[in-house]
């Protein structure tokens, strides 16, 4: 037993430990409220914003691209509205259930199939809606909304498909979109300082970019700024409610300076051969028409395409992707006369008096090389203007023999030869204006003078593309004032390119149109075919470029018997004459004569621009 | 005051502000769970169910005399190792724990026993002891203690262990152990911590650790909760966002929201503010407690009222610690508020011991 003092004692230990053990637990109490004061009160706003970066997430919404249009209002390409099968995933228990009540009214193929089953179980987790099937038919449409009522989670929407109603005429001038890789995407969320999060597309192939063309080119205006939607979301990221719509702005619309007509009549005139037509509206500088052909349909590309047809077109001999307009590189061939007849005026080598014999061929004093014309006999006496009426080779030989070589081609490179000509191209090849320089680099041999007498009659290792010979002819019309080539009127950013011609006056242009003029009206013009076709005057300069030099016309048959050997015809043209309103260029490849196989072509855009 | 109220054969044993408080933070508690659990109801109506039958047994468990249960208290114990062996052999594994013995009504998390048990036996064992508490004694209680810490320890449940350990801990050193022993094995714990550390704790308790002190280094996502829970305390501010209105609960951000984290929820919902009540009810029951150990009859009811108190206020200070995050996550209700059916069911048994042992007064002492 204890006694009553040592029982004294125990208590008042007892009560000293407690009170110790309290006292420590009376700070670690205080401790725990200074750290929840700090939280709640000290720290409140960061934990606030953490709490509504936990609950909220953001989704892109898509924007929809502006319309292109033609200059006169018409539509080009469009979004056209399609309906998709969209179901409320997370509100379905059985999709295997789902789907087979479905298919008596919409039927899926096995591909359609397996991407639902496939993608079910993720969008339903997450309260996303799945799309079941994507451009329903309108009987599909009928019969769901018939029997609808049986599937209160599943309903129509549209989604949009940019649809081209021209599809085949403007392939290369307008161009298609396409899906985009990951790159891309983030480039552009970035351009628009959005993050690269979930979205809500408003076209049934999602995401959408301007691959080639005008939708390339003016990717950025036509393609609108993204909205956001707001959502409510657990800890799982499934949504619980939608929280703010912020609209997305869609893409503005885009006026362009194209014809359908002029458009349509070009395409029709090539008749699915290889070549290109350019035409252009010579005051402002616009593009009114840009066909390469063979084309293809940029819808098919855009909106889906069997990858056997898609092989089909890789493989095809005519390269239907290729663009010529803007990127096949031909000889100007005799088109280039115009040019080299103003450098002789400009330079003094020349006047429109001056005449000289034509033998038909012109011997190199140098090293007696013979350079050929293309009439065996030659034209007799020729001055400038006949020499343009007939395409006298041996004029432009010996002309281009007496000029200075650094010159020259400071001369052509004025009228684009060699140069980028066009402000919203896509992809503008700039051919080649070779010099002594380039042909040292590339080919290790010093410039001849042979080289020269060939860059007379635009022969040689002289290119252009039909984009290039279309802004050349522009030049000649507007007597020497051009602007940067343009598909939209109202761009602000063109260039006047006005050339520097001291010595050539009214009257040397006049003289120079009235030639060109001859080209189809005089008796002896080489394109005097295309008399007829037409009511007004049209001043042309028509060329043939020989792919393989043949000394003879018989040596020319044999080699014909290849079609890929045969010449390109090509023209340049403008009128009406003596106001020209429009010029154009017409390649065709392997049409064998410019004034009757490419001059028709130029002919039929013009009357189509100029009747109205 | 406490109180006996006494018939014409026998007294009603009965605290009426340790009662009424407890009453009320139940009830307070059951409000709270509804929110945390989403207004599910069927959640608060299993809660309300234990909490009833936990108020009943505590007025139970208050009517017997003290001497009832410092004569059956090896009883108790005995019964509680056995229960814990046999956790040990037929236990439901969950988690990789084994601490649910299955009697098919019920499910008994014996833990929750020995808790209450060893604090008692220990009280009933030292309560004649001489001061200071001799070696042996000591030797002996600390290989009780330790025993026990580890049998709870290999389920494995380290936060119930520590609590038991502590509550073996906090009676020996009530009951007057040496100053000199406790200086001196501080000392040696402190030499030995490195050797705890790499043979005592589980890699994920070690990570736990190792995540709490350094919140970058954190490979298993630990501090995800704690994260989440002090986001959802900040966030509540000083007055709350109202009533079911707390997104990190109600958007499931918050894990445990209805047992460990459900403090994160009330700070959310009802703000420093709300907090500050909720807490003074639970600093008016330990006052309470303080003053029934000072006025108890003998030292077997001072050091089981002053062990009991401390193994409840322990409990607490370990979930708010952990909830606020300035300790480590171990698994440790928020007693009276958690939803829980053996953790929230001993302390109204501890609570009914401590009011027997307030109530019951000697009428012959010494």
């Known amino acids: 037993m204890i006694d009553l003092n040592e029982r004294y004692a125990e208590k008042k230990s007892f009560f000293n430990r407690l009170v110790v053990v309290y006292v420590f637990f009376g700070f670690v109490f205080s401790f725990f409220l200074y750290q929840t004061y700090s939280l709640q009160v000290s720290e409140y706003k960061d934990y606030e914003t ?48 789902f789907l087979s009540d479905l298919s008596p009214i919409i039927e899926l193929d096995s591909d359609e199939l397996d991407y639902v089953r496939e993608n079910f179980d993720l969008k339903a987790r997450y309260n996303r809606e799945l799309i079941v099937k994507k451009n329903l038919s309108r009987e599909e449409i009928a019969k769901f909304e018939v029997r609808g009522y049986k599937f209160p989670n599943a309903f129509i929407d549209v989604r949009y498909s ?92 885009l006026f362009t300076t194209l014809d359908i007509e002029a458009q349509q009549v070009a395409y029709d005139q090539m008749d699915n051969r290889r070549g290109a037509v350019v035409a252009i509206e010579i005051d402002s500088g616009s593009i009114v028409s840009y066909v390469s052909t063979p084309s293809f349909s940029t819808n098919a590309i855009s909106n889906g395409i069997s990858s056997r047809a898609f092989n089909a077109l890789i493989q095809d001999n005519d390269k239907p992707f290729f663009d010529r307009a803007s990127q096949g590189r031909y000889s100007p061939a005799s088109t280039i006369k115009p040019a080299i007849a103003l450098f002789g005026i400009e330079n003094n080598i020349i006047d429109w008096d001056f005449s000289m014999e034509d033998p038909g061929y012109f011997i190199l004093p140098e090293d007696q090389r013979v350079y050929r014309g293309w009439r065996k006999g030659g034209h007799g006496n020729v001055n400038l203007n006949k020499a343009m009426i007939v395409s006298s080779n041996t004029f432009f030989f010996s002309l281009a023999y007496k000029s200075d070589i650094n010159k020259l081609i400071e001369h052509l490179s004025n009228f684009g030869f060699g140069a980028k000509v066009c402000a919203d191209c896509f992809n503008p090849d700039k051919a080649l204006l070779p010099t002594p320089d380039w042909k040292m680099n590339n080919l290790n041999f010093g410039w001849f003078k042979g080289d020269t007498v060939n860059l007379g009659v635009g022969q040689g290792y002289l290119s252009a593309t039909p984009l290039q010979l279309a802004y050349y002819s522009t030049i000649l019309a507007n007597k020497g004032n051009s602007k940067e080539l343009s598909f939209i009127h109202e761009k602000k950013d063109i260039k006047n390119l006005n050339i520097q011609l001291d010595n050539i006056n009214g009257l040397d242009w006049k003289r120079l149109h009235q030639s060109m003029i001859g080209v189809i009206e005089s008796p002896i013009g080489t394109a005097k075919i295309l008399q007829e076709l037409k009511t007004y005057k049209v001043a042309a300069k028509s060329g043939t470029v020989e792919l393989v030099s043949t000394d003879t016309k018989e040596d020319y048959k044999i080699i014909r018997e290849n079609e890929g050997n045969r010449d390109h015809a090509i023209i340049i043209a403008f009128g009406p004459m003596p106001d020209p309103k429009y010029a154009v260029s017409v390649v065709v490849e392997n049409g064998e004569s410019g004034g009757s196989v490419a001059g028709p072509v130029a002919i039929a855009v013009l009357n189509s621009l100029i009747d109205k | 005051m406490k109180k006996k109220l006494t018939f014409k054969n026998f007294s009603i ?77 037929f236990g439901r594994e969950v988690n990789g724990a084994k601490r649910w013995l299955n009697f098919g009504f019920f499910t008994l998390q014996t833990s929750e026993i020995i808790k209450i048990a060893l604090p008692i036996f220990l009280a009933s064992y030292l309560y004649n002891k001489p001061l200071p508490i001799s070696l042996k004694h000591t030797f002996i209680s600390l290989t009780l203690i330790c025993f026990v810490f580890f049998l709870v320890y290999s389920q494995p449940d380290l936060g119930t262990g520590l609590v038991v350990f502590m509550a073996g801990i906090y009676i020996l050193f009530l009951a007057g152990l040496s100053w000199k022993f406790i200086f001196t094995s501080f ?180």
């Not at chain 1, 351009?191 to 990717?219: A, H, R, V």
């Not at chain 2, 005399?65 to 956790?87: G, Q, R």
């Open chain 1, 50 to 97: 953490a709490a509504i970066a936990n609950k909220t997430k953001e989704v892109l919404v898509q924007p929809v691209r502006g319309i292109i249009y033609d200059r006169s209002g018409k539509i080009i390409v469009n979004n056209v509205p399609t309906y998709d099968l969209i179901v409320k995933a997370s509100l379905i228990k059985s999709i295997d259930a």
């Open chain 1, 162 to 253: 940019r649809y081209n109603n021209y599809p085949e005429l403007f392939s290369h001038a307008v161009g298609y979109v396409g899906g985009v890789n990951n790159d891309e995407l983030a480039s552009i969320l970035n351009s628009q300082s959005l993050p690269q999060i979930e979205t809500i597309f408003k076209y049934s192939n999602g995401f959408q970019i301007g691959k080639t063309g005008l939708e390339s080119t003016y990717d950025q205006i036509l393609r609108g700024k993204f909205g956001k939607k707001i959502f409510e979301v657990d800890a799982r990221g499934r949504f619980v409610e939608e929280r703010e719509f912020i609209k997305p702005t869609n893409g503005e619309n």
């Open chain 2, 13 to 89: 044993y009965f605290d009426q502000y340790l009662f009424i408080s407890i009453t009320l933070l139940s009830v307070i508690g059951l409000f709270f769970l509804y929110s945390a659990s989403q207004g599910d109801l069927n959640t608060v109506i299993k809660q309300s169910i234990f909490v009833g039958f936990g108020l009943f047994l505590m007025f139970i468990l208050s009517q017997p005399d003290p001497d009832f249960y410092k004569i059956f208290s090896s009883l108790f114990i005995v019964l509680a190792i056995v229960l814990m062996f046999a956790t040990m052999i």
């Open chain 2, 187 to 366: 000392g040696l714990i402190v030499l030995s911590m490195p050797f705890l550390w790499n043979n005592f704790l589980e890699p994920f308790q070690r990570q736990r650790i190792l995540t709490f002190i350094d919140p970058s280094n954190d490979p298993f996502g630990s501090s995800w909760n704690i994260t989440q829970s002090k986001i959802a305390i900040g966030s509540g501010g000083m007055n709350g966002k109202g009533y079911q209105e707390g997104s990190q609960a109600n958007l499931n951000f918050l894990p445990e929201a209805e047992t460990d984290f459900i403090f994160a929820v009330i700070a959310e919902e009802f703000g420093f503010i709300g907090i500050c009540v909720l807490l003074s009810f639970f600093f008016f029951i330990l006052l309470r407690c303080i003053y029934l150990a000072f006025n108890a009859r003998d030292r077997f009811c001072r050091l089981t009222i002053g062990g009991l108190s401390l193994v409840f206020a322990s409990t607490l200070f370990i979930n708010l610690g952990m909830v606020v995050g300035i300790i480590p996550v171990v698994g440790m209700p928020m007693p009276f508020i958690s939803k829980g059916g053996s953790s929230l069911l001993s302390f109204y048994i501890a609570f009914g011991i401590i009011i027997s042992m307030a109530t019951h007064k000697k009428l012959m002492q010494k």
